[in-house]
């Protein structure tokens, strides 16, 4: 568990004891028990449980993070599907513009990447640095794994999409990688190959 300092300083304006910031705080330290309960608790609050499992599923903290973010790159797949079950918004963006498909890929939190993927998340979304998953999956450079299943999704930005400072995912794999001319090999139409 995070200490009541740390804990402070990422919610420095809510109590302790806000159901809001024991959510998030679960689904970062993989507490399903606890994402149970409070998910149980909101649902009995009104008639329907609506109203106050949506305010917990969109709960942030004061950079923008959601439960689902925390659960994504965290790589805590159970709280990831727990939370996507009950509705969370797989497409939900930090103060930064960062999905949970972002944060799952930058950590390389390969089955996370492949579940939020699995449930539609936008792969071609972008943070307010232009970048996408897959940028930040090549830039982080911590393994192969999410990179290749990341590019082999129909419509990975590989080409086209370039960040804030000019590049594009293949720009970023030639730097960082390897592997950086087969990108390279396969960016001209095989016409001009021949």
């Not at 004061?62 to 939370?83: K, S």
């Not at 699995?118 to 996408?132: E, F, H, K, R, Y």
Request: net charge negative; with cysteine.
């Amino acid at each position: 568990m995070l200490s009541d300092v740390y804990q402070r300083l990422i919610f420095p304006k809510r109590s302790l004891g806000d159901p809001k910031k024991q959510f998030i705080v679960a689904a970062e330290n993989n507490d399903l028990s606890t994402i149970h309960r409070l998910i149980e608790s909101a649902k009995q609050k009104d008639a329907e449980g609506v109203m106050e499992l949506k305010e917990l599923l969109s709960a942030k903290d004061q950079d923008g993070y959601t439960a689902l973010h925390r659960a994504a790159y965290g790589g805590h797949v159970e709280v990831l599907q727990c939370l996507m079950k009950y509705g969370a918004n797989i497409n939900n963006r930090t103060e930064d513009g960062w999905t949970p498909l972002h944060s799952a890929a930058f950590w390389n939190k390969l089955s996370c990447v492949q579940l939020l993927i699995t449930a539609g998340a936008d792969l071609n979304a972008l943070t307010n640095s232009g970048q996408t998953a897959l940028h930040l999956a090549v830039s982080n450079n911590q393994g192969p794994e999410t990179l290749y299943l990341l590019m082999a999704q129909p419509g990975a930005p590989v080409y086209g999409v370039r960040n804030k400072l000019g590049d594009e995912v293949a720009d970023i794999i030639k730097r960082n990688t390897p592997y950086g001319d087969v990108c390279y090999a396969f960016s001209e139409p095989v016409t001009n190959l021949l």
